[in-house]
């Protein structure tokens, strides 16, 4: 049996948890499974930060869960850009999760891969570490850039993948 992983978002001051969410829609709103029509993103400007963790609920008989790699596909409208933290060369270790901004962000300074990298995602600070019970990544940190130019209409998968021992 396989285990059982969902993804988490955190928003606000406070931290305020929305596990399994059933979107990852950018906007001008620190808001989780919004619609994204209902919170657009000026032209010119950034939408707000979404942190993200993967979660292993349930290992269901597997006994390591590990190698996570981030990356989107789908394409940006103008010269937008798609940011992270979630590196494809070195590691800059666990984020402290901050209350997310529509300003540039500090958190997601790269750019987000646009096929499966090497491992890009921690666990406990490291790339390298599984989680051997049900247990959370790190903070993933994203972010998109709209240019002034920009016109509606991008349509992005934001996928997760992850090695699961048995």
């Known amino acids: 049996m396989a285990a059982t ?29 919004m619609t994204a029509a209902s919170f657009p993103i000026t032209a010119g400007t950034n939408s707000f930060e979404k942190y993200q963790k993967l979660e292993v609920t349930a290992m269901g008989g597997s006994t390591s869960i590990g190698s996570l790699k981030v990356w989107y596909t789908g394409t940006l409208t103008g010269s937008d850009t798609f940011k992270t933290n979630a590196r494809t060369s070195t590691y800059g270790g666990a984020l402290t999760f901050v209350t997310p901004t529509q300003t540039t962000s500090t958190q997601a300074s790269q750019t987000m891969p646009t096929a499966a990298p090497a491992v890009n995602l921690g666990i406990a600070g490291s790339l390298s570490t599984n989680l051997t019970a049900i247990g959370l990544s790190d903070y993933l940190c994203m972010q998109i850039a709209v240019n002034a130019a920009t016109t509606a209409g991008a349509t992005l998968t934001i996928n997760w993948r992850y090695t699961e021992v048995a």
Do not use: P
């Not at 969902?6 to 906007?27: D, K, P, W």
């Open 5 to 33: 992983v969902r993804i988490n978002e955190y928003n606000t001051v406070s931290v305020t948890l929305t596990a399994g969410i059933t979107n990852s829609n950018f906007g001008s709103s620190d808001t989780a499974n």
